[in-house]
Every structure is written in structure tokens, then in C-alpha cells.
């Protein structure tokens, strides 16, 4: 009867993962549809595909998971907004930090989680949170405005504009001996110096490097004491293993457990080095940011 018994207990729970994953969202990008990696989750360590479900079976249990994405991706938008309700559905506990929030943002979403609450979710959302121009509602609305509506914690883990500020004019010492490797710097940098299109002056550098860290440290800081398990949705640089906030995790001493995905259009390369697991969603038309920049 023993034996009998624990095959049937690995079909009920097999029965219930599969049904408490929702539907996966139809693509809106329109690059990449023809690719035989489009829709593909590869486990970046031994190089297997895995299913939806055996992704969630295996962030289900981490107690601190990033998510990186393409900022301007709406596929990217709507994967989070899936999984952060396919996870809702195993784990009732825990909290969701987001990039897109600062420390001065924190109040009013607490206010607006608890009226969600007593069925008051506000109208006017973007003015309720005070939600910053710079990153794009049509984009993040669906997501936050689904969060909101849940009893688990919704967290800032970006600095305040004042803190940045700051920091740019101090560029403060920081701490830590994997995040402030000659190597970390060097490639942090350089991903400035590209992303800015080569127009900021070398003596700037050293400030926009000292803030990118300070942010990926904050991240941490916030990812560390957040109720577990965590999950933290920011930039695909801040989410690399090799070079953002889980380097600054192992720095404070809470690296063990972390798992990083990576949500990458189809045609970048994605390695082991720099995350866990990779999900392929189709491209955007590429766009010329630095003809914008030099306008």
C-alpha cells in the first residue's frame, strides 16, 4: 500500500501545479517571431529547456528571486505580470520589490494596498503612488495595478532622486569585496560609457559608476530584509550575477538561494555567468537611442 501511495501523491501535486498555472500571454513585439529560440526557458546551467511549470517548481522554492528585463519590452511586462500571479497561486507569503519605486513612494502604496483591501482600490492609481513619468505606465500599470490589489507587501527598491543627487556629488566609498573587483568596475563602465553613447565627458564617469552601484546596493539592502521569499523586478544589468544586485547580496551575506531570470529578447546571448534561467520573447524594432541622445 506504501508503494502505491506515494505514486499517487506525485500525481495529485503534479495535477495541482498544472492547474494553478494561468494562461501564458500572447506576444505583442513583432521581431524574432520566426526564431526557433522564441518562447524558450533554458536552465543556463547545465543548458536544458524547461517547461513554465518546472521554471515556477523551481523559483517557487528560492527565497530570493530577480527578474531582468528590457525596460521598453511589453512582452517582458506581460511575463512578470504572469509570474508574479503563477507564484501567488504556490506561496501566499513574501513580497515584490520593484526598480520602478523609490523610498518617498513607499507610504503611498502602503495606503494604497490597504484601501485595495477594504475593496477601495483608488481610481487614479498613477496619482495615488505618485508614479514617475520615466517609466512608462501603458507598460507598468497592468503589473503594479494587479499588486497592489494583493495582501503581500509591494516594496521600493530604487534611491530617491535626493539620494542620487547626493551620491553623484559625494560618490560615497562602498564596501564590499565581490561588487568592487577591478573587473566589476571596468565592465560597469563600459556599459555607461555604450548606454550614454559615448557622449559623457571621462570626468563624469567615476559619479555615474558610483551611482549605478549604489543602486544595485540599495537593491540588495532592500531585497534582504523584505519578507521572504522575495522577488525583485528591475533592469536586466542590475540583475546579473556577474555584476549587480546578487553581487552585492553576497557582499551583505545573503547570497545563498538566490536565483536570477533573465528575460531576453531573441538574438541576445544570455550565459551562465549572468543568470540562472533565460526566457526568450520576441525583439522590438531596433531603435537608435543615440541619434535620440545626440538630438
Not at 503534479?14 to 498555472?21: G, H, K, L, P, Y
Not at 536565483?259 to 533565460?278: P, S
Request: aromatic letters at 4%.
Amino acid at each position: 500500500m506504501k508503494h502505491l501511495l506515494i505514486p499517487l501523491l506525485a500525481f495529485l501535486a503534479a495535477c495541482q501545479s498544472q492547474v494553478s498555472v494561468p494562461p501564458l500571454p500572447v506576444w505583442q513585439s513583432p521581431e524574432g517571431r520566426d526564431s526557433a529560440e522564441l518562447g524558450v526557458i533554458r536552465d543556463l546551467r547545465n543548458g536544458k529547456r524547461l517547461t513554465p511549470e518546472q521554471l515556477l517548481d523551481r523559483l517557487t522554492v528560492a527565497p530570493r528571486v530577480l527578474v531582468g528585463e528590457k525596460h521598453d519590452n511589453p512582452d517582458h511586462h506581460a511575463l512578470e505580470l504572469w509570474l508574479v500571479r503563477a507564484l501567488a497561486e504556490r506561496r501566499t507569503d513574501g513580497s515584490v520589490l520593484l526598480e520602478m519605486l523609490n523610498p518617498e513612494q513607499q507610504e503611498r502604496v502602503a495606503v494604497a494596498q490597504a484601501a485595495a483591501a477594504n475593496g477601495e482600490a483608488p481610481t487614479d492609481l498613477i496619482g495615488a503612488l505618485a508614479w514617475q513619468k520615466g517609466w512608462d505606465w501603458s507598460l507598468y500599470g497592468p503589473l503594479v495595478s494587479w499588486l497592489v490589489k494583493q495582501p503581500t507587501p509591494l516594496l521600493a527598491a530604487n534611491l530617491d532622486r535626493s539620494e542620487i543627487m547626493r551620491i553623484y556629488a559625494e560618490r560615497p566609498t562602498l564596501e564590499g569585496a565581490r561588487s568592487t573587483t577591478d573587473a566589476v568596475r571596468a565592465a560597469l563602465l563600459d556599459d555607461i560609457r555604450e548606454s550614454h553613447c559615448g557622449l559623457l565627458p571621462d570626468s563624469q564617469l567615476p559619479a555615474m559608476l558610483a551611482v549605478q552601484q549604489q543602486r544595485d546596493r540599495r537593491m540588495a539592502e532592500r531585497l534582504k530584509t523584505a519578507p521572504e521569499p522575495a522577488l525583485l523586478i528591475a533592469g536586466g544589468f542590475h540583475a546579473r550575477r556577474d555584476l549587480g544586485v546578487p553581487l552585492h547580496l553576497q557582499d551583505l551575506g545573503v547570497g545563498e538561494g538566490v536565483k536570477v531570470l533573465m528575460l531576453a529578447e531573441v538574438g541576445k546571448t544570455v550565459i551562465a555567468q549572468q543568470a540562472d534561467y533565460v526566457w526568450y520573447t520576441p525583439a522590438l524594432p531596433p531603435t537608435d537611442y543615440c541619434a535620440v541622445l545626440r538630438k
